[in-house]
């Protein structure tokens, strides 16, 4: 297993920055391992010249990040003297928390980031996935789009911050959590859970979960934000019966009992149901959709689907099937160990995701009757959130708007909805307004990356977003 390569980057070094006092000079650190990009110096705001110094230092810190361990915020972060505090509820987990004062007349901005990635599989991969390499105007890595490259524009929007004495109304926190793709409850969970004095009173929080879908010929369909995400809902499904020898069949064989409950429900199709956040989203996009029918479907998307051709068609695409109905994937079964041995219990594990606003109980309730089966028993896995989402009538969501208008002034700016989800759901329970932010214009294909192999972010598309993030976190925090 690649267990060190979910080890966040700053692990190496956090087990001697956590249990040595941190030095509370500003400047070059004396830290060993430091091997970071030359560093731009500013006075002041940065000017065009000084963007493409600071782009170059981006791509750098990103290489270096993608190679896991070379480089570590604290150190980064200290070398500009920002100081960096390291929690690390299990061993190998550590999370980063380091905040930059403004004078408190608005509520803090979190920068929230994990550092965990998922794995990757070499063999399918063009390069080696943790090279950090730099090739044909990319630099390609796990990671580098889910969601290190992210955490790179947030972590130099607080150096050039600080660099430039850019004078602050609210705080801006940076947070690198150890956890996001397991769930292990280490990472913002544990922050949320343990630590909530240090994010509790902040107003905004960017995360990953946003989309800028760039249209391949240099410019941008539309800036996708994040408000809101479906909630996961997994689920056991345990079938019980006679255990015996597969010589001498039993008519109640739990593993014949689960097929045939399974396949109750991965026949089920659940209901389509229209939530607001989603009707909005749908009617922006018509705006920008060439098709003249889909277009017609997606500005009333309710009409629309009350005609069957409109939903087989809409539905048929994986994306808008998942933000119209609660879905269902059977994802895990086990029986026997043995191909001679009936066993008592046949188990499956399946994947709920529920819309914003529906009740898991009466979902259950649908389930089980679905399955109709009382030897089959349905049960959580564990404890479930509700779906949750942040308004857009704030400074944040107008600040992301006009920073994306001032470089596309046409282009569309919409809410999502993500099938999946983020850590966002934790902050936003804290009642801090939270969006999804994809500060990188990314093809279609070039967002394939996420999750699969030969990720990679362009350089250009990382500029961008280097400066694009500093931008909308200036309009909202600068004085
Ligand atoms: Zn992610």
Same mark, same amino acid.
């Given at each position: 297993?690649?267990?060190?390569?979910?080890?966040?980057?700053?692990?190496?070094?956090?087990?001697?920055?956590?249990?040595?006092?941190?030095?509370?000079?500003?400047?070059?650190?004396?830290?060993?391992?430091?091997?970071?990009?030359?560093?731009?110096?500013?006075?002041?705001?940065?000017?065009?010249?000084?963007?493409?110094?600071?782009?170059?230092?981006?791509?750098?810190?990103?290489?270096?990040?993608?190679?896991?361990?070379?480089?570590?915020?604290?150190?980064?972060?200290?070398?500009?003297?920002?100081?960096?505090?390291?929690?690390?509820?299990?061993?190998?987990?550590?999370?980063?928390?380091?905040?930059?004062?403004?004078?408190?007349?608005?509520?803090?901005?979190?920068?929230?980031?994990?550092?965990?990635?998922?794995?990757?599989?070499?063999?399918?991969?063009?390069?080696?996935?943790?090279?950090?390499?730099?090739?044909?105007?990319?630099?390609?890595?796990?990671?580098?789009?889910?969601?290190?490259?992210?955490?790179?524009?947030?972590?130099?929007?607080?150096?050039?911050?600080?660099?430039?004495?850019?004078?602050?109304?609210?705080?801006?926190?940076?947070?690198?959590?150890?956890?996001?793709?397991?769930?292990?409850?280490?990472?913002?969970?544990?922050?949320?859970?343990?630590?909530?004095?240090?994010?509790?009173?902040?107003?905004?929080?960017?995360?990953?979960?946003?989309?800028?879908?760039?249209?391949?010929?240099?410019?941008?369909?539309?800036?996708?934000?994040?408000?809101?995400?479906?909630?996961?809902?997994?689920?056991?499904?345990?079938?019980?019966?006679?255990?015996?020898?597969?010589?001498?069949?039993?008519?109640?064989?739990?593993?014949?009992?689960?097929?045939?409950?399974?396949?109750?429900?991965?026949?089920?199709?659940?209901?389509?149901?229209?939530?607001?956040?989603?009707?909005?989203?749908?009617?922006?996009?018509?705006?920008?959709?060439?098709?003249?029918?889909?277009?017609?479907?997606?500005?009333?998307?309710?009409?629309?689907?009350?005609?069957?051709?409109?939903?087989?068609?809409?539905?048929?695409?994986?994306?808008?099937?998942?933000?119209?109905?609660?879905?269902?994937?059977?994802?895990?079964?086990?029986?026997?160990?043995?191909?001679?041995?009936?066993?008592? =219990?046949?188990?499956? +594990?399946?994947? /709920? !995701?529920?819309?914003?606003?529906?009740? %898991? &109980? @009466?979902?259950?309730?649908?389930? $089980?009757?679905? =399955?109709?089966?009382? +030897?089959?028993? /349905? !049960?959580?896995?564990?404890?479930?959130? %509700? &779906? @949750?989402?942040?308004?857009?009538? $704030?400074?944040?969501?107008?600040?992301?708007?006009?920073?994306?208008?001032?470089?596309?002034?046409?282009?569309?700016? @919409?809410?999502?909805?993500?099938?999946?989800?983020?850590?966002?759901?934790?902050?936003?329970?804290?009642?801090?307004?939270?969006?999804?932010?994809?500060?990188?214009?990314?093809?279609?294909?070039?967002?394939?990356?996420?999750?699969?192999?030969?990720?990679?972010?362009?350089?250009?598309?990382?500029?961008?977003?280097?400066?694009?993030?500093?931008?909308?976190?200036?309009?909202?925090?600068?004085?």
């Amino acid at each position: 297993m690649h267990g060190w390569k979910l080890i966040p980057l700053v692990v190496l070094v956090a087990g001697c920055a956590a249990r040595r006092p941190m030095p509370p000079l500003a400047g070059p650190s004396s830290e060993p391992v430091l091997e970071t990009p030359a560093r731009v110096a500013l006075m002041t705001a940065p000017g065009e010249a000084d963007w493409t110094a600071l782009g170059d230092e981006a791509t750098g810190l990103l290489t270096r990040y993608l190679r896991i361990n070379t480089t570590n915020p604290p150190v980064v972060l200290r070398r500009d003297g920002i100081e960096a505090q390291i929690f690390e509820p299990a061993q190998g987990k550590a999370n980063l928390y380091a905040r930059l004062r403004g004078d408190g007349s608005a509520r803090p901005l979190i920068l929230l980031n994990h550092m965990d990635v998922v794995l990757a599989s070499p063999e399918y991969w063009t390069v080696d996935p943790f090279s950090g390499l730099i090739k044909d105007g990319y630099v390609w890595g796990r990671g580098a789009l889910d969601m290190k490259g992210e955490a790179i524009a947030q972590l130099m929007t607080m150096l050039i911050l600080k660099r430039a004495h850019v004078p602050l109304k609210r705080d801006i926190i940076f947070l690198a959590t150890s956890d996001e793709e397991i769930g292990a409850g280490v990472g913002a969970a544990w922050i949320a859970e343990h630590q909530a004095d240090l994010v509790r009173d902040a107003e905004f929080l960017l995360n990953e979960g946003g989309v800028t879908r760039a249209d391949g010929r240099g410019g941008v369909e539309f800036y996708g934000v994040g408000t809101t995400e479906k909630s996961p809902f997994w689920l056991d499904v345990t079938a019980r019966g006679t255990a015996g020898h597969g010589s001498r069949p039993t008519p109640d064989n739990p593993v014949h009992r689960l097929i045939r409950a399974l396949n109750r429900i991965a026949e089920w199709r659940t209901p389509l149901t229209v939530i607001p956040a989603v009707e909005r989203s749908f009617r922006d996009l018509a705006t920008i959709e060439r098709d003249s029918t889909v277009r017609r479907w997606l500005s009333d998307i309710r009409t629309a689907l009350r005609d069957s051709v409109a939903v087989r068609a809409i539905t048929a695409d994986l994306t808008y099937n998942a933000l119209l109905r609660n879905t269902i994937s059977i994802t895990g079964l086990k029986g026997s160990d043995k191909t001679n041995v009936i066993p008592p =219990v046949a188990t499956a +594990a399946i994947d /709920v !995701r529920l819309l914003p606003g529906q009740d %898991p &109980a @009466t979902f259950l309730a649908e389930l $089980t009757r679905v =399955v109709g089966d009382t +030897a089959v028993t /349905v !049960r959580p896995q564990g404890p479930n959130w %509700p &779906a @949750t989402e942040s308004p857009i009538e $704030t400074e944040m969501f107008r600040a992301i708007t006009a920073v994306a208008h001032a470089r596309h002034p046409n282009a569309l700016v @919409t809410t999502l909805m993500l099938p999946g989800f983020t850590d966002s759901h934790y902050f936003r329970r804290m009642d801090i307004a939270s969006y999804g932010l994809g500060p990188f214009p990314l093809t279609q294909g070039e967002s394939r990356g996420v999750h699969g192999n030969d990720e990679r972010v362009r350089i250009d598309a990382l500029r961008f977003g280097v400066r694009f993030y500093y931008d909308v976190v200036t309009l909202v925090a600068a004085k």
